[in-house]
């Protein structure tokens, strides 16, 4: 069969579309551009209003590519977990609708329905544990994925855990990945082990929190920061990162652990999500900006160079000139190298949809604009602090602005930032991707560096 995956959303949905890819392959299935496709698999996110509303339009763009009895379209993700079988009533040419939990199953379920077009399913049941999927522990190497799926060589993702037990006001994601489910520590290890022994240069852990990973075992397994040293004591290993943190559980040993691990990159995303106490008591995240700068102060203590990235909301339900100002100084105070900044959108179902005053939508959106017209300005001034400096740059794909006589390739130095560096007298050839190369940071764009390469990749 030829599918097609489309993927909204975040990390997680990337890495869970990408698992999929590989499970239709293992079963002989084709990975296909989406002209060409016969089924088609949205991996979808409910986080705003926006992405959600993406669904739609998508679904209705593949409706007259359905027409021949074997083609169909599967529902996965955040906004298939939180509308279910209201997709098969809707949508005539949507057959399988999967869910967080659901997906271990869905490839087998996708073989069986382009078997028999008669057969509609729904998988949105949650589990009780983490549902570990085929081929958990031991993933394919980065060469044997076939290449332009989104996988990057070198790196690989591991989730640790699934879904989340914070209930913040805006938040819907509890309600479509589920209540918190640690994967075991051994499994993850395992993985980790074999994806270096695969040639796997960097790992990024996911989860929606993964600070908190272990707590829903109740002791029977290790903490987040006992396996941040596990992981990095894999011999090989050249790069650990994690994502995403949620500030009031950091323990003070994650925050010594960027001091001490050599492999763990010096970056960190921390959403703080808004700088004044009155709304971040709304939102119920637990800290206020005293405890949040206190854990600020402790990374840069133990990593001077960590570089921290945050996300942002504005026009929370009562926020005021004032609140957002206190937001405006958390930038100033923290100086993000970068930040993702959001209005704050009514998601069914979460708490802070019955909060008011709303705030208006060109309030908002000037909030929004000053916000990234700041951010803006102290990314370009922290990226062209580091003019100057050496830097090992773990190379992605090739840049899309080339230059004639030789190549460009871009890659992330170790505290996340893109650095583009042009190889002279390279043809494209010669593969970099997963290489590492020692570079001098010549100059500072918006968003990204350039380096100039010293010595040659390895
Ligand atoms: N409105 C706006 N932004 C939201 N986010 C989560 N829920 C909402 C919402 N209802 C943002 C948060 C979160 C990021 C992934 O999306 O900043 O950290
Ligand atoms: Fe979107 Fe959140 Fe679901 Fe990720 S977990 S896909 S960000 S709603």
């Known amino acids: 069969m030829k599918f097609t995956?489309?993927?909204?959303?975040?990390?997680?949905?990337?890495?869970d579309s990408d698992w999929l890819i590989r499970a239709m392959e293992s079963r002989g299935w084709t990975a296909v551009e989406e002209s060409e496709a016969d089924i088609?698999?949205?991996n979808t996110c409910s986080v705003r209003d926006k992405p959600e509303q993406k669904v739609y339009s998508v679904l209705g763009r593949l409706a007259p590519l359905c027409k021949n009895p074997g083609s169909f379209v599967a529902v996965g993700g955040c906004v298939a977990q939180q509308i279910g079988d209201g997709f098969l009533e809707k949508f005539p040419h949507v057959r399988l609708v999967f869910g967080s939990d659901g997906i271990a199953q869905a490839p087998d379920a996708l073989v069986d329905l382009a078997a028999n077009h008669e057969k509609r399913l729904v998988l949105t049941d949650f589990l009780g544990d983490y549902p570990e999927r085929e081929?958990?522990?031991v993933q394919p190497n980065a060469d044997l994925i076939p290449p332009g799926i989104g996988t990057i060589p070198g790196q690989a993702f591991v989730n640790?855990?699934?879904?989340?037990d914070n209930f913040c006001a805006y938040c819907i994601v509890p309600y479509t990945r589920g209540r918190q489910k640690s994967r075991s520590s051994e499994a993850v290890i395992k993985e980790c082990a074999h994806l270096v022994k695969s040639g796997v240069r960097e790992i990024t852990l996911l989860g929606q929190n993964v600070n908190s990973f272990g707590i829903d075992k109740k002791g029977e397994d290790i903490s987040f920061a006992q396996l941040l040293y596990k992981i990095s004591a894999i011999e090989g290993l050249e790069r650990?990162?994690?994502?995403?943190s949620h500030p009031k559980d950091i323990a003070p040993e994650v925050i010594k652990a960027f001091g001490e691990?050599?492999?763990?990159?010096?970056s960190l995303h921390l959403p703080?999500?808004?700088?004044s106490d009155r709304i971040l008591k709304k939102m119920g995240r637990k800290y206020d900006r005293e405890r949040y700068l206190g854990i600020v102060e402790g990374l840069k203590e133990a990593c001077p160079n960590i570089s921290l990235t945050t996300d942002l909301i504005v026009g929370f339900p009562g926020e005021t000139d004032e609140d957002f100002e206190q937001t405006m100084d958390m930038l100033e105070r923290v100086r993000y190298e970068s930040s993702f900044s959001f209005k704050y959108s009514d998601r069914p179902g979460v708490a802070a949809v019955k909060m008011k005053p709303k705030v208006p939508e060109d309030v908002a959106q000037a909030r929004l604009a000053r916000l990234q017209e700041r951010q803006k300005r102290i990314t370009r001034k922290s990226l062209e602090a580091l003019e100057g400096h050496e830097t090992v740059v773990l190379l992605e794909r090739l840049s899309k602005r080339q230059e004639e006589g030789g190549m460009t390739w871009r890659g992330k130095d170790p505290g996340g930032?893109?650095?583009?560096?042009?190889?002279?007298?390279?043809?494209?050839?010669q593969k970099l991707g997963g290489k590492l190369v020692k570079v001098k940071i010549t100059e500072a764009k918006n968003h990204s560096l350039v380096g100039a390469k010293v010595g040659e990749p390895w």
């Open 261 to 266: 691990l050599p492999n763990l990159c010096p």
């Open 135 to 137: 081929g958990g522990e």
């Open 272 to 275: 703080v999500q808004s700088g």
């Open 240 to 244: 650990i990162r994690f994502t995403t």
């Open 417 to 429: 930032r893109v650095v583009n560096v042009h190889f002279a007298g390279y043809g494209e050839e």
């Open 160 to 164: 640790i855990m699934q879904g989340c």
């Open 5 to 15: 995956v489309l993927t909204f959303g975040c990390q997680m949905n990337v890495h």
């Open 40 to 42: 088609f698999i949205i």
